[in-house]
């Protein structure tokens, strides 16, 4: 389960809303969030992919840089399992994810896809 691209450290998914800044970060006024997010980590089908925040030396800080959701999800139309990568969420509010950041993702997605032999899919 810890092997592959990206993580499913149950931590990681509870920093990922603090580290982008966005409604899953937990407090009480995301509660729903907060419901969304024990849901990934209950799931079992997610790994958070992305990059880890560097400091001026180039060592890695343990906070996302960038973020994706990817789940591991059935298809309706086909009934191929398939891995569906959520939208990419930075560190930078307002600032949106630069280009690089976005392919690192990505790449990650599609290693994942190939490691479980499905295809990949994107909201992006």
């Not at 966005?22 to 006024?29: A, E, N, V």
């Not at 419901?35 to 180039?58: C, K, P, T």
């Not at 996302?64 to 930075?90: H, I």
Request: with cysteine; glycine share 12%; proline share 2%.
């Amino acid at each position: 389960a810890g092997h592959g691209p990206g993580t499913v450290d149950p931590e990681s998914f509870f920093m990922m809303g603090h580290d982008a800044h966005t409604c899953m970060q937990i407090r009480k006024k995301n509660a729903n969030t907060n419901r969304a997010l024990l849901g990934y980590i209950v799931q079992g089908n997610v790994r958070l992919l992305g990059q880890l925040a560097e400091d001026s030396s180039g060592a890695t800080k343990g906070r996302m840089k960038v973020r994706s959701v990817a789940r591991l999800l059935l298809c309706r139309q086909t009934g191929e399992t398939v891995v569906f990568v959520d939208k990419a969420y930075g560190d930078q509010e307002g600032q949106g994810v630069p280009k690089e950041a976005e392919e690192e993702i990505i790449a990650q997605a599609i290693a994942l896809g190939t490691a479980l032999g499905t295809r990949v899919y994107s909201s992006a």
